[in-house]
């Protein structure tokens, strides 16, 4: 699976967007990119994942650039509880890496009033 | 309501001792997993399952057994804790695991301590 590049943490004015980057340069042709987060003391939660195509549902919006090399998690209007830490994940169907998801160590957004 | 239910969600264990964390989903999910979370280390996964009667061991599966008798449940056995098996766990489950482009459900994760 691709590494991800993500900054350590982001802080965002509630009701406004939240756009979290993610880098991930070597990515292949094949790889997903996924996004989950983890608000605090709770399990993971998926948000969304995407290939190639911009991908937007109830929670959140996946750009992803033309070349594939970064991608960005759009929040668009940030509310206290989206306070958590951010994952981005990159897999392809049939991994070699197995079933394992490396979840990295994300970025902790914060959410402030 | 749909998703995965683990019990219990905290537990006090001292050395020695066994238990088993249950995980429970409703979804009809072929694929379920368990994690661990330490302080600083993110994620790791101990065992998996692909289906009902399918087993296999993920990153760090010593001291912990898995089994799956049936499609919803996915219990986890901790033969005899240890203090450095204190973390959180996390079960997880999805339609199709990594071989598919869906997402994962969590459950709300098991809080063990081993004194």
């Known amino acids: 699976d691709a590494k991800t590049t993500q900054p350590p943490s982001m802080d965002c004015a509630e009701g406004r967007a939240a756009n979290l980057p993610c880098n991930h340069s070597t990515i292949s042709g094949n790889e997903y990119v996924y996004w989950y987060r983890q608000i605090h003391s709770q399990g993971p939660q998926y948000i969304i994942h995407g290939l190639k195509n911009n991908e937007t549902n109830e929670m959140a919006s996946l750009i992803i650039t033309e070349d594939r090399k970064s991608s960005t998690l759009i929040l668009p209007h940030a509310t206290l509880r989206d306070t958590a830490v951010y994952y981005c994940i990159v897999r392809a169907l049939n991994s070699n890496s197995g079933y394992a998801l490396n979840f990295g160590k994300g970025t902790s957004l914060l959410v402030t009033p | 309501n749909a998703g995965v239910t683990q019990t219990p969600k905290f537990q006090v264990l001292k050395t020695g001792q066994s238990m088993t964390l249950q995980c429970a989903q409703d979804m009809n999910h072929e694929y379920m997993s368990w994690y661990r979370q330490d302080p600083g280390m993110g994620l790791r996964l101990i065992h998996y399952?692909?289906?009902?009667?399918?087993?296999d061991q993920g990153e760090v599966p010593n001291g912990y057994n898995v089994s799956r008798s049936t499609t919803e449940d996915f219990p986890l056995r901790l033969l005899s804790a240890a203090p450095s098996q204190t973390s959180v766990y996390f079960c997880?489950?999805?339609?199709?695991?990594?071989?598919?482009?869906?997402?994962?459900?969590f459950g709300s994760g098991t809080r063990l301590t081993v004194v």
């Open positions: 997880a489950s999805s339609y199709t695991g990594s071989r598919g482009g869906d997402g994962y459900t």
């Open positions: 399952s692909v289906g009902a009667g399918i087993t």
